[in-house]
């Protein structure tokens, strides 16, 4: 027998297949998504990481990160140099064309979900993100 939650969840699942066909949607799963990925973690983390705390974020291996470090250098997005405090470290630093790619990237990011949100009007965009903000820390708290 299925509980209320369990057709709640069911039905959850659903919307979230619908939604990941919205435009605004598409923007922030493409911020997660390879390349995007990495320049987004610098551009919020001082520009500057290592791989392993990349492959650690992004749950890929260490060999898949540097094969997308070695594609994102040549575009010369990133630059890989090592680490003036521990020289068997390497240290990946956002290069400005990095940089604004990436603010490009959320800028239209941001513009097509503040368009969403304006959509829902300002009481339901708050308890959108109320409920979003409420389900994360739950989540974090059982992992």
Known sequence: ???????????LLVLNTHLLQIPAKQHLSRLTQGERSVLFYLLTHHSTAHPREL?????????????????????????????????????????????????????????????????LGPEDAREYLRLQRKILANASREN
């Open 1 to 11: 027998m299925e509980t209320l939650y369990d057709e709640l969840a069911a039905e």
């Open 55 to 119: 492959s650690k974020t992004m749950l890929v291996s260490t060999a898949r990160i540097a094969a997308l470090l070695g594609r994102m250098e040549e575009k010369q997005l990133i630059a890989r140099s090592p680490d003036p405090r521990d020289n068997r470290q390497v240290i990946v630093t956002l290069l400005p064309e990095g940089q604004q790619v990436i603010q490009q990237i959320h800028l239209r990011a941001i513009e097509s979900v503040s368009r969403m949100l304006e959509a």
